[in-house]
């Protein structure tokens, strides 16, 4: 019997080998004969059921049972929650028009969505993260197709921002049609903003890049990378990353970052109002404010009585204070998309109760029209006409009536019947702005004494407003040098709709009316320095002496005092 030739030997057992792999891949493959891709990670049945409690529990109410985004309080929310049936989930890592990754849901959960009403969860525990977000997978069906399965974008490390990144930034950021949704300087006031919609037909605002601690995302260079390279799905705000180099979107990046800063919206409680010399002159503008520092505080909705507004376009306002030898005057400035100069505002105008119903559909001050597409904001035409409103934007400031004599407020609705407030409202379709007493929101009535002047200006998605009144005027309180005051402002968008009780407001703050001159620290603080010095000095040479005279007469030194002797 001969013996075969090693090599031929090798080579059928390669082939036995070959021919076991195909048959084990065989018994796994489709109709076709070809190996089926691996299954998503969707989580186990008893992970989901455990997300499934949690979800019922924190999330249905607005995302509903169903996780078709219509909970119960899904008509007054705006943005609308998210509809995950669709599979469409705007902040990821994975490509425009992919599913989000598992890590992309949990960090959603954990962190919330900024200015809008989905919470951050940071109380959940990392497995009741995972769990819930395992859960919200089972509401579409594209999660569990194998190629569905989600593979994220290359998102490279940080480079360090230079001057020459922020220019760069800008001339791409005007190159590549940002302007159109989001404004020159980033206000979200561009051309196509007030005609947005989402891919269900819901008016939708572009992201407002000067307050950046507002972006839903997140405001960090990285965060806005990420959106940049990956989109948000379900809306028109594009992925870069096919259009753009790592660099180029990293550049517009830094721009962004520039137009607001990375310190956040530095919210205070204080206006102080300063002292200036020169006479303030309307005509000056915002000129006269230069040298008086600036605060801001939070809008936030009216929701306590008839007419409510629960999510303001408004998301905060900023206020300085000067005052010269006959009148105060405060500048009031907020971001709005659009300037609503025609139509109508009042303090007291009514709102049909059925409103509250309908606001999320006029969102943006256009209504819905369902299974209409997103208007194209890139597209090469003549810019859609905005919406024409019936109201007109206005601005409000309240102060009591009367200095409050303890720590009692005005209820800070318009006031209350034992504690009226001087309400100063500026319909920007008028002139000039009018003085009213608000005893509650149901109690207002006309006290235009013509001592409140005004005047207002909108440039690039900015309001400036300026009122003016005597220090001592025939109707409200005085305004005194070193004296405290409750003050608290009220903003109503008009393309919204808002007026009357629907609008954005704050809460109480304080105005405090600073001294004339106010007295310098430095002075105090050397008389106080030197004063310590010299009695340390003075202490230092009393036990030195006391205890060095102690020391000499132990060793037997001279005497402090001779000793008197007898002749």
Known sequence: ???????????????????????????????????????????????????????????????????????????????RPRNFTTGKFKIRTTPNGALPMHQDLVTIIRRGMPYTSMPAWPNFSDQEASDLAFFITTFSPEFAKPENDPKPVALPSAPKTTKESVELGKKLYEENGCPKCHGTVGRGDGPSAPTLMDDWG?????????????????????????????????TPMPSFVDALQP?????????????????????SNLVVAKHVQ???????????????????????????????????????????????????????????MSAEKTGKNGPSLPVPPEEEEEAAATAGGQAQTPGAQPADPFAEQAAPAAPVSEFSDAVAIQIP???????????????????????????????????????????????????????ASYDQGEWSVIFKRPLRAASGVPFSPREFLPIAFSVWDGLSRERGNRRGLTVWYSLYIEPEVVPSAVGPMLRTALLILAIELAVIGWVRRRYGSRARAELGGEPTQPTATRA
Request: with cysteine; aromatic share 8%.
């Open 202 to 234: 819901h008016p939708i605002r572009p992201a407002d890049l000067a307050q950046s601690w507002t972006l839903r995302g997140g405001s960090t260079r990285e965060d806005i990378f990420r959106t940049m390279s990956t989109g948000l799905n379900g």
């Open 247 to 267: 660099e180029q979107r990293w550049a517009i990046a830094d721009f962004i970052e520039s137009l607001s800063g990375s310190n956040g919206p530095g919210y």
């Open 1 to 79: 019997m001969t013996s075969r030739p090693t090599g031929a030997r090798s080579s059928l057992v390669a082939l036995a080998a070959w021919t076991v792999a195909v048959l084990i891949a065989s018994s796994s493959a489709g109709p076709t004969g070809l190996a089926r891709a691996a299954s998503p990670d969707v989580g186990t049945e008893a992970q989901r059921e455990s997300g499934k409690k949690l979800y019922l529990k924190y999330c249905s109410q607005c995302h509903g049972e169903n996780g078709d985004g219509e909970g119960y309080a899904a008509p007054h929310l705006r943005p």
């Open 278 to 336: 020169d006479p303030i002159d309307l005509a000056k503008g915002t000129a006269s404010f230069a040298s008086a520092r600036v605060a801001r505080f939070p809008i936030v909705g009216q929701i306590m009585e008839p007419g409510r507004s629960f999510h303001p376009p408004a998301t905060s306002v900023t206020v300085q204070a000067v005052y010269d030898g006959e009148s105060m005057a405060f500048l009031v400035r907020w971001h709005d």
């Open 401 to 455: 009536s009367q200095v409050p004599a303890g720590p009692r407020k005005p209820y800070f609705i318009f006031g209350d019947g034992q504690n009226s407030v001087d309400l100063w409202f500026f319909d920007l379709a008028r002139p000039s702005p009018l003085q009213f007493t608000g005893k509650g929101s149901a109690d207002i009535a006309p006290n235009d004494t013509g001592d409140l002047t005004g005047a």
